[in-house]
């Protein structure tokens, strides 16, 4: 069956634009998952939904970042304001359900360059 | 907090020769370990998890809580074990997300 997809692959914006970040997780899977991984890192991790709800979103940097996942499917990572510090690839993963026992399966990214 | 530790971003060797690619982890509680690979062009895909002490494509990792470390090891290195290794820790008590190391890109060379 399908993987975890992404969209769009690559993502060139000027600073101070607002970005959205598409995530398509494998279906029947009910968490996902939002990391960033900067040049020379390891994926980092932003927030976790169960279901439609962010269960944890303790690793979200600061108030541009915003995730929403409005009917347990899709998500969709905003960025506002952007700045050239948030250039990096932003990695989406999805699971059966909560992380505990249960493997992450990781979608190829979204490189986003902010001039 | 948690925190993982891959000393080497780069590992290089010849073919048929041992591999060990080092993780030590700082975490107060008891931790789940897992070993993420990415080979060229292709997604973060999970290697193997100290739980379940298996050998996947030839690696084997044991968790040392003493030493607190989780190291990646191959008896004999092949040309397809060129990629880049995450090792990832994971509170065992409860749930939470993945802490991942830097990673190490291994390059095997014939």
């Known amino acids: 069956g399908a993987g975890v997809s992404q969209t769009p692959s690559n993502k060139v914006t000027e600073k101070g634009k607002y970005v959205e970040l598409r995530c398509d997780p494998i279906s029947g899977h009910t968490a996902l998952y939002w990391y960033r991984q900067s040049l020379g890192q390891g994926p980092e991790f932003l927030i976790y939904f169960q279901g439609t709800g962010a269960a944890d979103d303790s690793g979200l940097p600061n108030d541009r970042f915003f995730a929403v996942r409005p009917e347990g499917s899709v998500s969709t990572l905003k960025i506002q304001r952007t700045e050239r510090g948030d250039s990096a690839v932003y990695l989406c993963?999805?699971?059966?359900?909560?992380?505990?026992?249960?493997?992450?399966?990781f979608g190829p990214g979204t490189r986003l360059t902010v001039l | 907090a948690q925190r993982v530790t891959q000393p080497e971003k780069l590992l290089s060797v010849f073919k048929g020769a041992p591999v060990e690619l080092k993780c030590n982890y700082s975490?107060?509680?008891?931790?789940?370990l897992f070993w993420y690979v990415q080979y060229s062009r292709q997604r973060l895909q999970l290697l193997l998890r100290h739980i379940s002490r298996e050998s996947i494509k030839g690696f084997t990792a044991d968790l040392n809580k003493g030493e607190t470390s989780f190291h990646l090891k191959k008896p004999f290195a092949q040309e397809e074990d060129s990629a880049m290794y995450y090792c990832?820790?994971?509170?065992?008590?409860?749930?939470?997300?993945?802490?991942f190391g830097k990673g190490t890109m291994l390059l095997v060379s014939p």
């Open positions: 975490y107060s509680g008891s931790p789940e």
């Open positions: 990832a820790l994971r509170d065992g008590s409860g749930y939470s997300t993945l802490t």
């Open positions: 993963a999805s699971s059966l359900s909560g992380p505990r026992d249960n493997e992450q399966f």
